[in-house]
Structures are given as C-alpha cells and as structure tokens.
C-alpha cells in the first residue's frame, strides 16, 4: 500500500568535560532528509562579534535554513540569527570563517549577547525531503577565539639574534578592555627533520629571540589569545620565513 513515511531519529550527544548539548534531529518525508548541519561557533572579538557556521550541503539538494537563539533561562521568544550564505564577503563580516578547500560556510552572526549567559542555538535545515535540526548550548567564555595576528614582521638584529613584531588581529576591536597575549611558533629542519619551538606567552606584540643559528632558515608564526585565558588561541598567522645572516650585520 502506497503512503507516506516519516522517520524521526534523535541522537543526544555530551561534550567531554563541557556542559553543552548537542540534540541533533533528523525527519523524512517522502524521501532522505536533509544532512544535519554541523555547526561550529566562535567569538572573534569579546564580547560582540559571534559566528557560528557550518558546510552547503551538495548542490543536489537545495537546503534552506532557519537559525534562531535564545538565553536558557530566559521565557522570551528566540531571536533570529542573521544569516549569511556562502560566498559573500568575509571582510564584510568582520570576521574570519574556518578555512575549507573543499566546504562552502553558512555563517550565523549572533550580535550583542550577554557575558556569562548559556545560550540555545537552533540550526534548522529544510529542503523537499524534509528537515534537521541541530540544537546546541554554548557560553560566550568557552567559545573565545581571536582572528590571527596581523603583519608578522622578522628582522635579523645579529647573526643569532632577532626580533619578530606583529600587529593584533583588527577584528578584535576591544584590545583596551580586553587585551590580548600572544605566542611564537618557529620551526627548522634539521637534516629534514622538522623542529619546533613555542615561546610566550608575551603581552606586547614584538620579542627578540637569541640563540639562533646562521644560515639556518627558520620559519615563524604567531597566535593570540585573550589575556585571561577564555576560550582557544587563534589560529596560527600566515607563515614568514627567513634565513639568518652569517655575516654581521
């Protein structure tokens, strides 16, 4: 007998050592429903510049979406998430999404939420073979994560010694109230085999380093995090290398 079907799966899902929960609910009408956005979210600049994001399903299914939140404990109605399909400016945004070769990013600006409030996000996916939702919790502190640092300059001083500067990522606008620290990576080969050091963290934004060797080219990167603690160091900035001079300079 010809009819209908519908599927309705739940999967409750707990963060190791977090109090966050992910609901992930999935509905079939007629056909598979859509893939349950996998969402990431971030704070790129504390406390006012929030995103969350999460991969275009493939072009054989046309997904719309429906991105609401709300304060746990608050009895108001949820507010809608201002939504941003792939492929529009980034530096429209204010902000930089993860990096995918091979994912287009849905991103959700959440602006203006509170300090030290839980809040519910509802991802909702619908297309013709129905829909998914993924509901998670999250506190602005835990999800902290400053864009990279910004014109990360070396200058040889000697032939061991050198000072690497760098400028605060722009889109962290609140760098007097809520400043930043930082940390150096630096790596070498040696007869192929990669080393690496990381230094800091250091609370203005230029270091000297000493010991190196001349001749050896050592490549360096910086990550900035907020002075406290919250949340996650950003990632690593854009990789500068240089060889160090076996002359005086």
Known sequence: MAGTVCITTIILIFGVGSQALDLLKATSVLGDPPSTPKVHCWCSSYPNVTF?????PLPSHPTEY???????????????????PPGS?????????PSSLSEQLWLCHLPNLKLLTEYILNITAVHSGGSSFHLTSFMLEDIVKPDPPVDVRVSPLTTKHLLVEWSPPPTWTSTDIFPL???ILYQWEIRGSPKSINLGPFEKTK???????????YQF?????????LGQCSDWSSPIKITIPTTKL
């Open 221 to 229: 990167q910086v990550c900035a995090k907020e002075m406290l603690g």
């Open 207 to 217: 270091a000297e380093l000493k010991g190196l060797i001349p001749g050896r080219t």
């Open 181 to 183: 620290k930082y940390q």
């Open 89 to 97: 400016s980034s530096s429209a945004l204010n902000t930089e999404p």
């Open 52 to 56: 969350c994001s999460w991969p275009e």
């Open 66 to 84: 429906i991105a609401t939140y709300s304060e746990r404990d608050s009895t108001a109605d949820p507010k809608m998430c201002h939504l941003v």
